[in-house]
Structure formats: structure tokens, C-alpha cells
């Protein structure tokens, strides 16, 4: 089974500090995306991988920014933290992009809380 | 318009009742869609795929796409507590390289 691990299920931090949030899947996908989710607002991507080192935004990076140095691992990365980025995480693979190989593989999500 | 609409819910229905979960599209591009589950604090799992028109079947549940009416629906047959979950719809974006785009989502509760 594909695993999708997200290193904390649960953060709290303050106004201004710089946040990490790890995943790692054990597929040898190599695709790998950070979503956030939000009630009302749904998932929305904010930055996929397609290889390593490479990235492309999403339809909201803005604030966040990500790094891949290993095809197993993909970082999302909180510059300085706002209130406004209080909100479940989620990461995810896929072997390919469109058809069967684009099945989505998730994480459990990392519920972030900026204070 | 956005690409993919859902209505959220919440949708309460009583065990055994059949329940449709409905989505509509705006672009006929890419004609691949998606049923994820997610249950609460958990990550989305798909649920069920399905290309274009007609109907697909999987145990209690059927994918439906409407290709006229551009709608997509998930029926679930003899509902169970078990399927209390929130329900996406998703579909290949026009405007990336085939990445999904989700529904809001809709929120499922079946009631014993």
C-alpha cells in the first residue's frame, strides 16, 4: 500500500515564525502536491512537484513556498507565518498526472494553528 | 464559473436509504473523474473513478456522468453508518498539466 506520511499531525505556532511541514511517501511516485484545506473553501493546491528539485505553483502559493531535494520528500514552507495560513494541510502523490496514473494518494493532513 | 461546484451539505439521511451526491463541471476538457472519501480527521481516499458518459459500478456505490447536462453523481445503495464521511468530486483542470480539481465537498451523515 502507498504511504503518504506527514511528520505532525498537529502544530501550533506564533505570528511571524518560519514553519516546516515534511512529507514523505514510499511509492517512488513522482509526483508529489501540498494542498490546504479550508471549510467552505474546499482543497485548493498550492504547489506540486513533478521531479525532484523541480516545482510549479498551484492556484495559491503566495506566502508559502516548497523544496524537494529527494524524489521521496517534499517540504511546504512557511515563510512567516500569518493568521490567514491557520488551516489543514494535506500532502499527496501520484505515480503520473492525468488518467488512472493521476490518482491522488493523501496524507492525514498536518492541522496548522497560527496564533 | 469555477471548474468543478459541489453542494456542500450537510446531507443527513436514515440507514438504508439511497443517497446522490451530485457535482457539476463547466469545461469538457479531460473527460476523468473522481470520487474521493474522507472521513473526519483522516486524508481523502478515492473512492471511485469513471471516464466520460454513462454509469460504473462498485459493490453499493455508482459513478454517473451526464456528458449533456455536464453533472457528475455518486449513488450509494443501502447506506451505512460506515459512509458517514464528506464526499469530493474531482476532475482533471484544464489549465495544469492534468492536475485534479476538487469539489467543496459534500458532508455525509447516515443515521442508524
Known amino acids: 500500500d502507498v504511504k503518504v506520511t506527514q511528520s505532525s499531525r498537529y502544530l501550533v505556532k506564533r505570528t511571524g515564525e518560519k514553519v516546516f511541514l515534511e512529507c514523505v511517501q514510499d511509492m517512488d511516485h513522482e509526483n508529489m502536491f501540498w494542498y490546504r484545506q479550508d471549510p467552505g473553501l474546499g482543497l485548493r493546491l498550492i504547489y506540486f512537484s513533478y521531479d525532484v528539485k523541480m516545482k510549479e505553483k498551484g492556484d495559491i502559493p503566495e506566502g508559502y513556498s516548497v523544496s524537494r531535494e529527494k524524489k521521496e520528500r517534499f517540504s511546504l514552507i512557511l515563510e512567516s507565518a500569518s493568521t490567514n495560513q491557520t488551516s489543514m494541510y494535506l500532502c499527496?502523490?501520484?505515480?503520473?498526472?492525468?488518467?488512472?496514473?493521476?490518482?491522488?494518494?493523501f496524507g492525514e493532513g498536518s492541522r496548522l494553528t497560527v496564533l | 464559473q469555477k471548474e468543478v461546484e459541489q453542494d456542500p451539505g450537510p446531507l443527513s439521511v436514515p440507514e438504508g436509504a439511497i443517497v446522490s451526491l451530485n457535482c457539476t463541471y463547466s469545461?469538457?476538457?479531460?473527460?476523468?473523474f473522481m470520487w474521493y472519501r474522507q472521513y473526519s480527521r483522516k486524508g481523502p481516499e478515492l473512492l471511485m473513478y469513471t471516464y466520460s458518459s454513462g454509469n460504473k459500478e462498485d459493490g453499493r456505490f455508482t459513478a454517473q456522468v451526464d456528458k449533456s447536462s455536464k453533472y457528475i453523481s455518486l449513488f450509494i445503495r443501502d447506506s451505512q453508518p460506515s459512509d458517514s464521511a464528506t464526499y469530493l468530486c474531482a476532475k482533471i483542470s484544464r489549465g495544469s498539466q492534468g492536475n485534479l480539481i476538487f469539489g467543496k465537498g459534500t458532508k455525509l451523515s447516515v443515521k442508524p
Open positions: 499527496a502523490s501520484s505515480l503520473g498526472l492525468g488518467g488512472t496514473a493521476g490518482e491522488l494518494f
Open positions: 469545461n469538457s476538457a479531460f473527460q476523468y
